[in-house]
């Protein structure tokens, strides 16, 4: 990876061997890698591969045993609250204070933010009414669905206009309409300069929207390249990514799989 | 009902509340299994009989008490302690479980029935909270056996074990009645209807406890003893009337009472099914909190020295006070109190009758510290696990450590500001306790809040299920006791008063001292604490546990 002056300006995070275990589990084993500014890098991996935690490291949520992340200059393990200033986060699993109402989370997440009470103001109409969730703001967020509370949280990390978005399976549980809004969302987003870590188990998504992708797989790194790099690197021209990711993480020959648990 | 089906959901039902608390990896530690919760039974029935047989054995010396009365009276109390130990321990501890969890359920879509789910909770119930049978049939084995009433006692336990599951079938006819009250029934509320639900819940609590306080329940009991005939009207004293008609060797009342408990444990039974069976299922809530278009939050906290994040997290956490159900019994506490302090001045059961001098009223003053211990012990783990918003928004600990005491302080210094009017106009304190409490109530409540942040911090249980607990039950443990040793100490020159007061000692000269001495304790505890709390706090921000 280049790592050099120049670079380190145009990449919005530098993540330099990164590693974590759980006890005797090794999550993430020494990874290395860069997002730049304006791209969209799709982490994808089997369960249990490590792309969760990697996203929590970057963002200063976990500790990394070892090696060191930066977003936009700013070291993780030194200044954890000056990455977050700079960052936004989806997590897989909605994680809201559910007494509160919609609106009332999003005002709560902006002041944590610093932001002003015009910008707060702007910034959650915009989004309200973009994700339609208008009309619900100001029920309690435990009255909400599955997709409600989605909608939200993606508000919630959009809020302080992040320099980079870090986004864990983000689009579960958004009806068809709303991951559409959200995948265009995330595109013109990209075009506006913000860095994008995009995690997620449909193929087709990361097929379609990311610049590039990491193959992660018992913590390791598999394969990084734009999806037409990785089909030519597994000699498998004119397949799908989900043809390669099986490929190239062992798992193509499912009918057996599939025999055994229909026996 | 098949039985062993009862036994496995029982099983598993206490289990989750073991292990509720641990995450990660499953550990086979011995802690982690129910024979666990037996062998500290076991400890307890051991190390209490041990100790009550030598209290016995040194009895006869003392002149005035009956031995003879005491067996007779702790072998008729046994059976009707119990449910309302249970009671009390499940208002504050088994209540709080969120309903947004009952409908999904794993054993809702098993082929569980209602009768056996409700019998297998009531069982886990007891199970979980079989330390209070244990440690009672500990204590009044002993004396039984000097008085030669062994077969009495056995027949006692037993009945005090129907009894115990019969109060764990009142605690499951409240928990469905609850989940009904706080949601189907509410439909599409509005914030009004969460004020009323709060104001209902504080009070169900409060008058289940002073019904069912031990103190309440003994003077009911001695009532009963001078006119039998009034406990035909409490059916949970029946079992109690069983021992006292073995006692007096009244064979047809005892078989007639000793039916009617166990017909009401089956009444009982047969209430709990139909209550769960028709509020098994609550409706998801709709309540909307706040009409008409947003306006941002206004900086009126940040008028008391308080930044934008520190408001933010002040406002959030007093929403989820006056919103969260789980939250109610924590707030139920100064009342439970000050109910439980104020009953035997007013009943005359179990200290002296009415205004009385400090030495009865000064008690009230701690309600403030311990409401202080335990509402900023619980404050972290409250988070739940939208903690995870605490560690990805930009938050320093010293923000969150500022936002958490000041909640606590605000509550715990009302409510230590009300006990002091309660404790002056109607206990009738002296001039001197009445400046000792100006000065060192305040100072206590600070103590305890930093010292309850303390412990919120290193023992949090961000768990959510089977019911949230906020606090790891090692960190309450240790938490209580040294919170209210230190406390003690704070308020040494009021109770050394009192102590030489009642043996007509006059410590005036040496008072002042001795209150400028509590008060530089306090103060140095409290700054103590409060570098603890900071230093545990910045070490969970850290990282998220996983």
Redesign the interface.
């Known amino acids: 990876m280049a790592s050099g002056p120049s670079s380190a300006e145009a990449n919005a995070l530098e993540a330099t061997s990164l590693a974590k275990s759980f006890g005797t589990t090794r999550a993430v084993d020494r990874l290395t890698f860069t997002l730049r500014r304006g791209e969209i890098l799709g982490l994808l991996g089997p369960n249990g591969s490590g792309k969760s935690t990697t996203m929590k490291m970057i963002l200063g949520i976990l500790k990394p045993d070892s090696g060191s992340a930066k977003v936009y200059g700013r070291d993780v393990l030194t200044d954890p609250i000056g990455v977050k200033e700079v960052s936004g986060y989806v997590p897989e699993t909605p994680q809201l204070y559910e007494f509160l109402s919609g609106v009332e989370y999003l005002d709560f997440v902006g002041d944590m933010y610093g932001m002003g009470p015009a910008a707060k103001k702007e910034r959650i109409s915009q989004f309200l009414k973009a994700l339609e969730l208008d009309g619900h703001e100001n029920d309690m967020i435990s009255g909400y669905s599955q997709g409600m509370k989605q909608k939200v949280t993606i508000t919630a990390a959009l809020m302080n206009k992040p320099r980079l978005l870090v986004v864990d399976e983000g689009l579960n549980g958004l009806d068809p309409r709303s991951a559409k809004i959200v995948k265009d969302l995330l595109r013109e987003l990209a075009r506006e300069g913000v860095a994008i870590l995009f995690s997620t188990h449909i193929l087709e998504i990361a097929e379609a929207i990311c610049d590039r992708v990491l193959i992660m797989q018992r913590g390791n790194l598999l394969a990084e390249g734009t999806p037409a790099e990785l089909r030519r690197r597994a000699g498998m021209p004119g397949s799908t990514l989900e043809d390669v990711f099986l490929k190239m993480t062992g798992t193509e020959d499912l009918k057996e799989v599939v025999e055994a648990l229909t026996r | 009902m098949k039985p062993a089906k009862v036994l496995k959901i029982s099983d598993v039902l206490v289990k989750s509340q073991l292990r509720s608390a641990r995450s ?2 499953f550990s086979a530690s011995f802690l982690n299994r129910p024979a666990a919760v037996v062998l500290v039974d076991a400890i307890a029935f051991a190390v209490s009989a041990v100790i009550v047989s030598r209290l016995v054995a040194l009895f006869p010396s003392i002149p005035g008490f009956s031995l003879a009365t005491i067996a007779r009276e702790t072998l008729i109390f046994l059976p009707a302690l119990l449910p309302p130990m249970i009671f009390v321990a499940s208002l504050l501890f088994e209540l709080n479980v969120s309903s ?1 969890f009952a409908a999904s359920d794993t054993l809702n879509w098993l082929p569980v029935s209602q009768s056996e789910y409700v019998t297998a909770s009531a069982l886990s119930i007891c199970f979980i909270y079989s330390i209070l049978p244990a440690l009672a049939f500990g204590v009044t084995l002993p004396i039984a056996g000097s008085q030669g009433l062994l077969p009495v006692w056995v027949l006692a336990a037993l009945l005090s074990i129907v009894a115990l599951f019969t109060g764990a079938l009142l605690v499951e006819i409240l928990r469905a009645t609850l989940n009904r009250v706080s949601t189907s029934a509410m439909g599409r509320a509005r914030r009004g209807a969460l004020f009323v639900r709060l104001a209902i819940s504080i009070t169900v609590i409060v008058t289940f406890q002073f019904f069912f306080n031990p103190l309440a329940l003994l003077g009911l009991l001695t009532l009963f003893s001078r006119e039998a005939a009034a406990s035909f009207l409490v059916p949970f004293l029946w079992p109690s009337s069983v021992v006292r008609e073995a006692l007096d060797g009244q064979a047809l009342w005892l078989i007639a009472f000793a039916g009617l408990s166990v017909g009401f444990a089956g009444f009982m039974t047969w209430a709990a099914v139909r209550v769960r069976s028709r509020f098994w299922s609550p409706s ?8 008409g278009e ?1 306006t ?2 206004s900086g009126a906290l940040q008028g008391f020295g308080f930044s ?2 520190e ?2 997290l002040i ?2 956490d007093l ?2 006070l006056t ?2 159900r789980e939250m109610v019994p924590f707030l139920a506490i100064p009342f439970v109190m000050t109910a439980a302090f104020l009953l035997p001045q007013f009943t005359g059961v179990g200290g002296p009758r009415g205004p009385s001098s400090g030495a009865a009223g000064f008690p009230l003053l701690l309600v403030g510290g311990i409401f202080a211990l335990i509402f900023s012990s619980v404050s972290i783990g409250q988070e739940g ?5 605490i ?6 600990p010293r923000q969150y450590l500022r936002a958490k005491a000041a909640l606590a302080l605000t509550f715990a210094l009302a409510a230590t500001a009300v006990m002091v009017v309660v404790t002056s106009v109607f206990l009738g304190l002296g001039e001197r306790e009445i400046l000792s409490a100006l000065l060192l109530a305040p100072a206590v409540a600070v103590e305890e809040t930093f010292i309850g942040l303390g412990f919120a911090s290193r023992f949090p249980d961000f768990s959510e299920r089977p019911r949230p607990r906020f606090v790891k039950p090692v960190g309450m443990l240790v938490a209580f006791p040294t919170g209210v040793a230190i406390m003690l100490a704070s308020i040494s020159p009021v109770i050394i008063s009192l102590v030489a007061g009642s043996i007509a000692v006059d410590i005036g000269s040496i008072y002042t001292i001795l209150m400028a001495a509590a008060l530089i304790f306090s103060v140095a505890v409290s700054l103590l604490a409060y570098r603890w709390a900071r230093g545990g706090i910045a070490n969970l921000l ?3 546990g ?1």
């Not at chain 2, 998801?284 to 009409?291: E, G, L, N, R």
């Not at chain 2, 696990?385 to 918003?389: D, V």
């Open positions: 990660g990896r947004k998801p809530v709709s309540v909307t909190v706040s009409h947003y941002p939050s934008a994040v408001s933010a406002r959030k929403k989820g919103r969260r696990k939208a903690i995870a918003n560690y990805t928004l930009p938050v320093t850290r990282e998220l996983v």
